[in-house]
């Protein structure tokens, strides 16, 4: 598990900023802004969404744990998502899931210690006719294959 970065104020003072103070209303809306604005959830943010918002900070993880969408470790610059529903893994998700934990030397359901890379697992995301299907940074690679992964994860690396 990678640790926690250390965040940039600045950008969190102007995530919050753009709430109410004491709008517990906003709460779901402020932990979609602050993901987006870091990729996860850090914990100094959440510390602070609480008092910007009134809320107690039970109330916030309790929520930001609730939603799968939401996630409470640091996560990486490239987000490699590979689906195991039935249709994609008869047709060789497991070989490719595997392939990409060799090519990024992280296990399914972690993040690089450079932050890096995120490897993660989804069920059906309901493109079955493209399977086997490796979503990377929010592109979909259909009918993809080993040899296409590596190329794909070696220009990431590059970059
Ligand atoms: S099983 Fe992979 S998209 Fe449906």
Same mark, same amino acid.
């Given at each position: ?19 109410? @103070? ?42 930001? #744990?609730? /939603? ?32 990409l934990e060799r090519e990024i030397g992280i296990a399914s359901g972690?993040? #690089? ?18 399977? @086997? ?6 592109? /979909?690679?259909?009918?993809t294959t080993t040899s296409h992964l590596t190329k794909v994860v ?6």
């Amino acid at each position: 598990m990678a640790a926690q970065p250390t965040i940039d104020t600045q950008r969190l003072d102007a995530v919050l900023g753009a709430f109410e @103070p004491g709008d517990g209303s906003a709460l779901i809306e402020a932990l979609h802004d602050v993901q987006s604005e870091f990729k996860y959830l850090p914990e100094e943010a959440l510390d602070r969404l609480a008092d910007r918002l009134g809320v107690s900070k039970s109330r916030v993880y309790g929520v930001a #744990s609730f /939603y799968e969408g939401f996630h409470l470790e640091p996560r990486g610059e490239h987000i490699c998502t590979v689906c195991m529903g039935t249709a994609c893994h008869v047709r060789g998700a497991p070989r490719l899931l595997e392939h990409l934990e060799r090519e990024i030397g992280i296990a399914s359901g972690q993040t #690089s210690e450079d932050l890096t890379f995120t490897l993660e697992e989804v069920a059906c995301v309901g493109a079955c006719a493209l399977g @086997p299907l490796v979503i990377i940074d929010g592109k /979909y690679h259909g009918n993809t294959t080993t040899s296409h992964l590596t190329k794909v994860v070696g220009k990431l690396k590059k970059d």
